[in-house]
């Protein structure tokens, strides 16, 4: 008999970091997975309000400082793709972190992912449309293409896809004024609030860490703190 495998809907997989969703809000992204495991639903998937919903907590801004929203985020990208450089040695365990696994793959999705939906929920709010409704599934699910081997053509793809997103980031919030990032458009965290949520993807890749010992393993690297 064939077994049919459960994928977790939007409100079975609720994401975290203390910031539930709301009505037409983006939530942190995921990749719209198909079959797998669910990992639970305690990681930094989150969205672009603080706007209560979904019965996860009270919302927590992101703290910022005055580093540069822009340069914080193409140094997270480095930091994800100096990881990322070592996981062709991945064994193919995936690595839990809090209630929730994590693979090569998984973790640079989740990355893109939230770049993406971030980036659009930003454009929206900046031309004054409302952002779209939240239909990811994110880290709650593990998809097949989660689990495929991390080979040196991922590594390439990752480079391109990543590099690309965080200079249209750093454009972007490089365009602004110091006004539109304090004081922006929409409704939601301010653009500085999110580009400070949106370095803290990081977690993904430190969940899979540095695989560069011979005969690393995902299963067992230093776990990072969740943020």
């Known amino acids: 008999m064939t077994e049919t495998k459960h994928v977790p809907t939007t409100s079975e997989a609720p994401e975290s970091l ?24 305690d990681s930094p998937d989150s969205p672009g309000t603080p706007d209560s919903g979904s019965g996860s907590g009270p919302a927590e801004t992101p703290a910022t400082d005055d580093r540069d929203p822009a340069r914080l985020l193409t140094a997270m990208v480095d930091r994800v793709l100096a ?50 409704p939240d239909h990811w599934h994110a880290s709650a699910t593990t998809t097949a293409a989660d689990l495929a081997p991390f080979t040196g053509a991922d590594l390439d793809e990752a480079r391109s896809r990543l590099t690309r997103l965080a200079r249209i980031w750093a454009n972007r919030l490089d365009a602004l004024t110091p006004d539109e990032l304090d004081r922006s458009a929409g409704t939601g965290w301010t653009f500085r609030q999110l580009a400070f949520h949106l370095a803290e993807s990081v977690y993904y890749a430190d969940a899979v860490g540095d695989l560069t010992a011979v005969g690393a393993s995902a299963s067992s690297p230093a776990r990072p703190t969740k943020p």
């Open 83 to 132: 990881l990322a450089a070592t996981w062709t040695a991945w064994d193919g365990r995936p690595v839990p972190a809090g209630d929730r696994l994590y693979t090569p793959h998984k973790a640079i999705r989740r990355v893109a992912d939230h770049m993406v939906d971030h980036l659009a929920e930003m454009e929206a709010r900046l031309v004054g449309e409302e952002t779209q």
């Open 18 to 41: 203390g910031v539930p969703d709301g009505p037409g809000v983006q939530r942190g992204p995921g990749g719209p997975g198909t079959v797998g495991t669910t990992d639970g639903p």
